[in-house]
């Protein structure tokens, strides 16, 4: 079994900086990929930020210049670094792992976290 949990979020303030975590753990043999998306109420779930392969990092036109992927490849761990922080970016924020477990290779969503950004 493999889990998967972002912790951080809350409430920020316009133009201030939030920073999310998530932790793949379990049975996994490779995480080529993990990253983040978010969804807003009756809108759908959208990328905001992803890496893969160790070097392929993708950010979504809204955020770029103001969000970054940092990751801790050795302990599966992946951030979200906020800054510059927008109205628009209230969401509930997901992470994702593309899973290479024992025989078989998914895709894991955590829970969500809710951030809120104060104008």
């Known amino acids: 079994q493999v889990q998967v949990a972002e912790s951080g979020g809350g409430l920020g303030q316009f133009g201030g900086s939030l920073r999310l975590s998530c932790a793949a753990s379990?049975?996994?043999?490779?995480?080529?990929?993990m990253g983040w998306y978010r969804q807003e109420p009756g809108k759908q779930r959208e990328l905001v930020a992803t890496?893969?392969?160790?070097?392929?990092?993708t950010y979504a036109n809204s955020v770029k210049g103001r969000f970054t992927i940092p990751r801790d490849k050795a302990n599966n761990i992946v951030y979200l670094q906020m800054n510059i922080l927008k109205p628009d970016d209230t969401a509930v924020y997901y992470c994702?792992?593309?899973?290479?477990?024992?025989?078989?290779?998914?895709?894991?969503w955590g829970q969500g976290t809710q951030v809120t950004v104060s104008s």
């Open positions: 994702v792992a593309d899973v290479y477990a024992l025989g078989y290779r998914r895709m894991y």
């Open positions: 379990g049975s996994i043999r490779i995480l080529p990929s």
């Open positions: 890496f893969r392969d160790d070097a392929v990092i």
